[in-house]
């Protein structure tokens, strides 16, 4: 029961398993994994599924101008204009990711609204399943969680490209939808009663713990940036060691730099690079351009800060030894973020409810969720992950612990959408 002495209704577990069985084909790999880029033609092929599903279900889908998917189901005792609760993740993927990363907390949020639906519950607030764009951030770190919690002009709209070189104004109107559209994303503080996320842990703390649910304490700030190396084109032949200005020398000496830099800030910082560029891309030819791609990371914004410092302290060296030309671009900066305690109490409790056993832990990734703390209270929900892997084809979540954590996902909406 609710406080207000509503039945709490559970999951359809064989449908949720369905689902993300059925959305695990789109973009599937030969590996077992999931290539599921924002906009791509996977992408394409599960926001029409979606749209059916919800077709079939009678409930009312609306795409925003960046593409994020508010699923609505209203409330028959709400007044007009009452803010919604909204749950949700993300559908998109790292390349070659997993099955359950933002799959597991969107539909899951599509579940719960089927649930209340279907049991036409009384509820005094709407319920909306909110599928944010690009969370993995091919485009910019959270882009639609970004652009609901701040928004974006047309101009840095019109600077942002993919990790294949596409504009995302291009992407977008390939998806048949008009860029400026975009600059008119933002929700304001208050349009929202409150947020919850459940997702999978992508670590190993929940399972060596042996608890089945994650209270999700706070979120890891995140950096991102790009370092560009300039030296000489030359051929690979002719050109003596000594005299060669190799701009990926110099890229392969900073990535040798990382982990110091980290370890100069804090046990628990951390910076990787994920993409390389060179240019001109020849084997016979010595690299003139060398772009590396950064991620760092910290739980204390001021160190965020240092680290950046501390690489691009790096990467000035390391250019000097070269004989290089360095360049650093800030992409973004996202700050760390301490989760709503009520909400982290309405999670507890939802899932002492059902006899789980939790743990209280912070996050080391990155989430929408951390945006939308912005805008309301917010709650994340934790399920284990197999071996703690992630972002990879390994990937896994018992079928049991995805019911257990759908669960907490329903009862603790529907604490919210009734009090």
């Known amino acids: ?3 207000s002495g ?10 949720l398993r369905r689902d993300l069985e059925h959305v695990a084909g789109y973009g599937a790999t030969a590996s077992g994994g999931v290539s599921r880029t924002s906009f791509s033609e996977a992408d394409r092929q599960v926001r029409a599924w979606l749209v059916n599903e919800c077709e079939q279900a009678g409930l009312a889908l609306r795409t925003d101008g960046i593409g994020n998917v508010f699923i609505r189901l209203e409330a028959r005792d ?9 749950a949700g993740s993300h559908l998109d993927s790292v390349p070659e990711g997993g099955r359950f990363d933002g799959a597991l907390g969107s539909l899951a949020a599509l579940e719960v609204v089927r649930r209340l639906a279907e049991e036409d519950v009384p509820l005094r607030r709407p319920v909306e ?32 490209r993919g990790r294949d070189g596409d504009l995302l104004v291009d992407a977008l109107e390939g998806m048949g939808w008009d860029p400026a559209a975009a600059t ?84 628990t910082a951390v910076a990787t690079c994920g993409i390389l560029h060179v240019e001109p891309g020849g084997a016979n030819v010595v690299p003139g351009l060398a772009r590396v791609q950064l991620d760092f990371r910290d739980s204390d914004r001021t160190r965020i800060l240092q680290l950046e410092e501390a690489i691009v302290s790096a990467a000035r060296d390391v250019a000097d030894c070269h004989g290089l030309e360095m360049s650093y ?40 969720a951390q945006n939308v703390a912005r805008l309301a209270p917010t709650g994340m929900i934790f399920v284990p992950s197999v071996d703690g892997r992630s972002h990879s084809p390994a990937e896994l979540t018992t079928w049991e612990d995805v019911e257990a954590g759908a669960n907490v996902l329903l009862a603790t909406v529907l604490a919210l959408a009734t009090e």
Request: proline share 7%.
């Open 6 to 15: 509503i039945p709490v209704p559970t999951v359809s577990a064989a449908r």
């Open 129 to 160: 399943a909110v599928v944010f764009a690009d969370e993995e951030g091919s485009y910019h770190h959270l882009l639609g969680s970004t652009a609901v919690a701040h928004g974006f002009t047309a101009d840095e709209l019109a600077r942002l």
């Open 78 to 86: 709400a007044a007009a204009g009452t803010p919604p609760v909204w």
């Open 184 to 267: 008119r994303t933002a929700v304001r503080p208050g349009d929202v009663h409150a947020y919850v996320e459940l997702h999978i842990e992508q670590g190993s703390v929940l399972e060596s713990a042996g608890a089945g649910i994650g209270v999700v304490t706070a979120i890891v700030g995140m950096g991102g940036g790009h370092i560009e190396f300039r030296g000489r084109q030359d051929h690979a032949g002719t050109t003596p060691m000594p005299r060669r200005r190799d701009a990926l020398r110099g890229a392969g000496d900073l990535l040798v730099r990382l982990p110091e830099a980290a370890r100069s800030v804090s046990e």
């Open 1 to 3: 029961m609710t406080s």
């Open 329 to 368: 671009t800030r992409e973004s900066i996202t700050d760390p973020v301490p989760l709503n305690p009520r909400m982290q109490e309405l999670v507890a409790t939802a899932a002492a409810d059902q006899g789980m056993k939790t743990l209280n832990l912070p996050s080391g990734a990155g989430h929408d």
